[in-house]
């Protein structure tokens, strides 16, 4: 079956530095969304991505989905302590309707 | 607030009983999932239901679980005679209507409710 593997597990920062997590997919998706869940939260939808090779940016945070549409990846410009928590990706084959999520990238971030 | 709603927050059964999750799903939304996550891991699926109909269900174990969105109310998740295995936090989301496998609907997601096992 489909699976979405997203590297790393883990990544601590010091405010001000970057950080980006990446997310592969063992199928061609139709789209992919990315999602932040703080400690003790829920996830919440940060963006979704559907065309080859789209780059999206929100402020600080840029996100890619690949010629393939196989990976994708999520890049923070000079993190803050806000940005903490998890960030998730989910794709959708194209075959399902089943949102399939990543393990997801745990960031922390000291000051 | 129009978001998401799951009840209870918490529940605390014993092995052997019935654990009822409860979801309302945002106002306009017809879709809702399920999911399961475990500490330190990512959302696993379970199901999909749309108005007394599941859609999808390749995520749901095969025995003691069942889903269902009536006509009218909440969605149910029940688990029967819960095993310390089922310990995790589900997570209810909902979607308004899809328009179709090439872009999927952001998912909105409620609070989760925290099972936990004796």
């Known amino acids: 079956g489909q699976q979405v593997m997203q590297i790393p597990q883990y990544q601590h920062v010091q405010e001000g530095e970057d950080f980006t997590t990446y997310c592969n997919s063992s199928t061609t998706l139709s789209n992919i969304q990315w999602y932040k869940q703080r400690p003790g939260g829920h996830p919440v939808f940060l963006i979704q991505l559907v065309k080859s090779g789209e780059v999206k940016k929100q402020k600080r945070l840029t996100f890619q989905f690949g010629e393939a549409k196989k990976n994708s990846s999520l890049h923070i410009t000079a993190t803050q302590t806000t940005d903490v928590g998890t960030y998730f990706c989910?794709?959708?084959?194209?075959?399902?309707?089943?949102?399939?999520f990543g393990k997801g990238t745990t960031l922390s971030v000291s000051s | 607030n129009a978001g998401v709603m799951q009840n209870p927050r918490h529940l605390v059964r014993r092995r052997g009983q019935e654990a009822r999750l409860r979801c309302s799903p945002m106002?306009?939304?017809?879709?809702v999932y399920w999911y399961r996550q475990l500490p330190e891991e990512g959302l696993k699926f379970m199901v999909y239901l749309q108005k007394e109909n599941i859609i999808d269900e390749s995520g749901m174990p095969k025995e003691r679980f069942s889903a269902e969105f009536p006509k009218e109310g909440p969605s149910i998740l029940r688990i029967q005679q819960v095993v310390r295995g089922d310990s995790a936090a589900y997570f209810c989301?909902?979607?308004?209507?899809?328009?179709?496998?090439?872009?999927?609907?952001?998912?909105?997601f409620g609070d989760g409710t925290r099972l936990s096992i004796l």
């Open positions: 106002k306009g939304h017809s879709h």
């Open positions: 989910a794709g959708q084959d194209q075959a399902g309707t089943a949102l399939i």
């Open positions: 989301a909902s979607s308004p209507l899809n328009r179709g496998q090439g872009s999927n609907q952001p998912q909105h």
